[in-house]
């Protein structure tokens, strides 16, 4: 190892320790963070797509098992990131443990960083498997992988950062779990996991446009399948503009330490 | 050698606003009919490098609030802390103190050598430096046979001694205890005791609060009353015996607490 990343892992100890700290806990609990969301979602893709797929027609000139896949895949990661990092955040506060950490030696950018980092590690393993599991049984091509790459690292960031503030600002389970059920997953449906837009009538076809997870859908369906109901250039610079403000909202919680400490 | 700590005009206004921060930043007090509660008012304390310091006062009196101001948990509304001559919020000054809180606040996901292990790394501990420090830890605080188990199942008494390992993992300067011994069975007590004055004997500075008197008799070379938020009396244990003519600690204390009233 070079003496430079030598110094540099000296130097970032703590972020290093508290990222892997939010992994292992990832890992350890890996039946219910990984495998179940897994599950669900690969159930979305044989009912949806391979039981009644044979009885809708294909859209944009693809296949609707092959069609719903960027968009449940997108789904999944983006709950994954956003409910483990919330989850884990919250219960950190809620136990008074997340004192370990704040009382330490890091800036405030390590650890908001270090505590992002489980909700993408688990988004990944999500990501990853169903990415395998959907090429078994779909044949899903990736058509424009430098896209899916960004439009993916746009979702990991926007999520992971949502799930930190949410944590934060939580004051019960039910409140990140509202956030969940009421917001993220209602968009994702109504983004167009499992329809093109472009196939609504006036004027729910505008209105899904209000609607920021119908962007980051249409990005990584472009990643995927080189279709998308938006130019791509639109879909990723609105996903990545969402990201950015999320990160900003958790840097300044952290800079500040508003809602983190008394 | 400077002071181990140094805190001056220590204000701390729950629920207080940036206004409010401003407003006491420079001396003046909150608009009538603003800001929440004020738990901790213009408080000044010293304590010297090397020293056994004891902070007394009853629930609500602002010692858990004062302990955590200088741990970066809360934010102060006014005043300066110093960490041997470093602001307390400094990398060098946090990486110099280790805190076992009141509350048993540990990682409910981490065994005992995991928490451990963590908890060096996050005091910038090389791996290797903190499987070794993790060892001596467990030794001293008889968590060994209690490595792979996770902090939920360990029983209180084994908390306690955990929570204390984990705070003097990163071998701190200054460690803070704030009721270290609150829960615990009477061997135990002593036990820690023990360890608590062998680590000063090695020149540890130690700031204890306790609702314990004896404790803070048999172990604290110094002891600071405080009620309300403010100091109302600082000397030895023999000396507050004198200053309120009192034969015991928790004569004087009583008699303390009461001349407020």
Redesign the interface.
């Known amino acids: 190892m070079s003496a430079a990343v030598s110094a540099l892992i000296?130097r970032r100890?703590?972020l290093?320790?508290?990222s892997?700290?939010e992994a292992?806990?990832v890992l350890?609990?890996w039946s219910q963070t990984i495998v179940a969301p897994v599950l669900a979602s690969f159930l979305f893709i044989v009912v949806f797509g391979l039981s009644l797929g044979g009885r809708i027609r294909a859209i944009d000139g693809v296949d609707y098992e092959v069609f719903i896949v960027p968009g449940l895949i997108a789904m999944a990661m983006a709950q994954a990131a956003y409910s483990n990092n919330a989850s884990s955040v919250f219960?950190?506060r809620s136990?008074?443990?997340i004192?370990?950490?704040?009382?330490?030696?890091?800036?405030p950018w390590e650890v908001n960083l270090g505590l992002a980092f489980g909700g993408v590690v688990r988004a990944l393993a999500i990501g990853g498997a169903l990415l395998v599991l959907a090429l078994v049984a779909t044949d899903v091509p990736v058509r424009h992988p430098l896209v899916l790459a960004l439009a993916l690292a746009f979702l990991l960031v926007l999520f992971a950062s949502l799930g930190v503030v949410v944590g934060v600002y939580a004051q019960t389970w039910d409140q990140h779990g509202f956030v969940n059920n009421i917001v993220i997953l209602p968009l994702s449906f109504l983004g167009g996991v499992f329809y093109s837009v472009d196939l609504l009538p006036s004027p729910w076809h505008e209105i899904s446009h209000v609607n920021p997870i119908f962007f980051l859908i249409n990005a990584i369906r472009y990643g995927f399948l080189g279709t998308s109901d938006v130019p791509v250039e639109i879909a990723l610079g609105v996903t990545a503009t969402l990201a950015a403000a999320c990160v900003a909202w958790s840097a300044s919680m952290f800079r500040s330490?508003r809602r983190l400490?008394? | 050698m400077p002071n181990a700590l140094s805190i001056r005009g220590l204000t701390k206004r729950?629920d207080d606003t940036r206004a409010d921060r401003r407003r006491l930043s420079r001396r003046r007090e909150p608009a009538p009919g603003t800001g929440g509660f004020l738990a901790v008012q213009d408080f000044d304390l010293e304590i010297g490098a090397g020293s056994f310091f004891g902070l007394l006062g009853p629930n609500g009196a602002g010692k858990t609030t004062i302990i955590?101001a200088v741990?970066?948990?809360?934010?102060a509304t006014a005043g300066e802390i110093d960490i041997f001559g470093e602001s307390h919020d400094a990398?060098?000054a946090?990486?110099i103190?280790g805190?076992a809180?009141q509350?048993v606040?540990?990682?409910?996901?981490?065994d005992v050598e995991?928490t451990l292990l963590?908890?060096?790394?996050?005091?910038?501990?090389?791996r290797a430096e903190a499987r070794r420090r993790a060892g001596e830890m467990m030794d001293v605080f008889d968590l060994r046979a209690k490595a792979g188990v996770r902090a939920p199942k360990l029983s209180g008494g084994m908390r306690r001694r955990l929570l204390l390992a984990?705070a003097l993992m990163h071998e701190p300067r200054l460690v803070i205890l704030d009721e270290p011994t609150a829960g615990v069975d009477f061997e135990l007590r002593l036990e820690l005791w023990r360890y608590i004055r062998r680590l000063h004997d090695q020149g540890t500075t130690i700031l204890l609060t306790t609702h314990y008197l004896e404790e803070a008799d048999e172990l604290c070379e110094e002891i600071a009353l405080i009620r309300g938020g403010h100091l109302i009396a600082r000397d030895t244990a023999d000396g507050l015996r004198s200053l309120y003519h009192a034969d015991s600690l928790a004569d004087a204390y009583v008699r303390a607490m009461g001349s407020l009233q």
């Open positions: 000296d100890r703590g290093l320790a508290l892997k700290r292992d806990r350890k609990l219960q950190a136990d008074k443990y004192n370990d950490v704040l009382s330490a030696p890091m800036r330490g400490k008394a | 729950y955590s741990c970066n948990l809360i934010r990398l060098e946090r990486r103190v805190l809180e509350d606040n540990l990682d409910r996901f981490l995991e963590y908890h060096g790394g996050y005091f910038g501990m090389s984990r």
